[in-house]
């Protein structure tokens, strides 16, 4: 087997491994996403976006690869949840900016920190 099948061979098997793994421990993303009343779209959201600099809607259209009206869902929903808000950029009032408020910010830093949380099958494993 030459090097570079060998190598095509060894990084599809570990992403088949990491696929499989990150499918079956959604369930523990999704409960603590429904905790919160959130999607994992509104979370992806969430990880987007920040406090200090605002991202226009056309932007995380593109970002998205999604309509801009799937845009508007999204950040209605967060809003509706006092987790982001739209703002006029200063450069040109008619460009919708959208930023995350204080409520959110802190809930994108909790699920981050619980998302990032290493799960028990992985704390078994040994250092070998």
Known sequence: ???S???ETLATEAWRLMLDYLIATSPTRNRSLAQRQLTPNDARALHMLNREKGQAMGALARAW???PSMVTWIVTRLERGGLATRVSATEDRRLKLVKLTQK???TKNELLAEFRAPPPE???????
């Open 1 to 3: 087997m030459t090097s």
């Open 5 to 7: 099948l060998l190598k």
């Open 65 to 67: 690869n999604c309509d």
């Open 104 to 106: 959110g910010e802190k």
């Open 122 to 128: 992985i704390m078994r494993l040994s250092k070998d």
